[in-house]
């Protein structure tokens, strides 16, 4: 299955999120955008693992971040990437975080344990829509959108599975892990 590592985010940022996708589908964007109750702040894309190899997984990370520290990052801007001056992803940026940057390395010192590589830069950021179309002169339209910065507390991290339809993708939680001990398998 496809599968990716999350963390999950509040309601604050789940409504903005909302918002934002009303504001720039009414100046013309065209997407597929990520539904209120997909958004996530992706770690890591991990591509098609098999269920076995999934709970090992599961089971070696939550063992590994056992006793990480709580901690909170703040959700602080609109950003986009573009590629050839057409914008490509629509997201909420994160404000430089120390915690969340040391999660994403001890995390990734047990991935590459098990064969998974990545690219180097942790560009932490939550994925709003992936644009399809859009109106002429678009960065004004994205970059006048603001929101009051939004702190989002972390005390544990999830894996889904990732299944692609025509509608979009759909999520499903399999395993949560609370930094204070404990994994959780979702059925």
Partial sequence: MRTFIAVDVNENVRGVS???????????????WVSKE???????????????????????????????????????????????????????????NQALQKLYEEMKSELVKHNFSFEERFSPHITVGRIKDFPGAWQPLIEDITFEPITVAVDRFSIYFSRLTPAGPIYKKVYECRFEGGLIKHE
Wanted: charge should be positive.
């Fill in 38 to 96: 997909n958004i996530h702040l992706t770690l890591f894309f991990l591509g098609e693992v098999q269920s076995h190899k999934v709970d090992e997984i599961a089971r070696h990370l939550c063992h590994r971040i056992m006793g990480f520290p709580s901690f909170s990052y703040i959700v602080e801007k609109l950003g986009y990437f573009s590629k050839q001056s057409k914008p490509r992803v629509i997201w909420l940026g994160i404000k430089s």
């Fill in 18 to 32: 909302q918002q934002i996708v009303e504001k720039l589908m009414k100046r013309g964007f065209k997407a597929n």
